[in-house]
């Protein structure tokens, strides 16, 4: 069965910092990219950072660049995503994702977490 499972989510003022973490199972996650995407209210879901399966192809969103650090531990089957500086445009549900090739199309990704919110405050 195909778990993945974002946490670390909460409220934070403007230019504080939070560390989402994804942990997924039941597929072959060593050989997966893993991405992470977001979802404002009443916006599309639009994508933030991904990371290939040996952690070497890494790309980001403009938006994020510079501030957000996304890595992962395949021993461990987790993916992480290091948010720094944030601001209140940030603000949204983050997805973590699963799929073959770290590109940054949401239709690239076959499992998807559940999401966990992400609040900022000026």
């Known amino acids: 069965q195909v778990q993945v499972m974002e946490s670390g989510g909460g409220s934070v003022q403007a230019g504080g910092s939070l560390r989402l973490s994804c942990v997924a199972s039941?597929?072959?996650?060593?050989?997966?990219?893993m991405g992470w995407f977001r979802q404002a209210t009443g916006k599309e879901r639009e994508f933030v950072a991904t990371i290939g399966w040996s952690g070497i192809a890494i790309y980001y969103a403009d938006s994020v660049k510079g501030r957000f650090t996304i890595s992962r531990d395949n021993a461990e089957g987790t993916v992480s995503l290091q948010m720094n500086s944030l601001k209140p445009d940030d603000t949204a549900v983050y997805y973590c994702?699963?799929?073959?090739?770290?590109?940054?199309?949401?239709?690239?990704?076959?499992?998807w977490g559940q999401g966990t919110q992400v609040t900022v405050s000026s």
């Open positions: 039941g597929f072959s996650f060593r050989t997966n990219a």
């Open positions: 994702a699963a799929g073959p090739l770290p590109k940054r199309l949401p239709a690239n990704y076959k499992y």
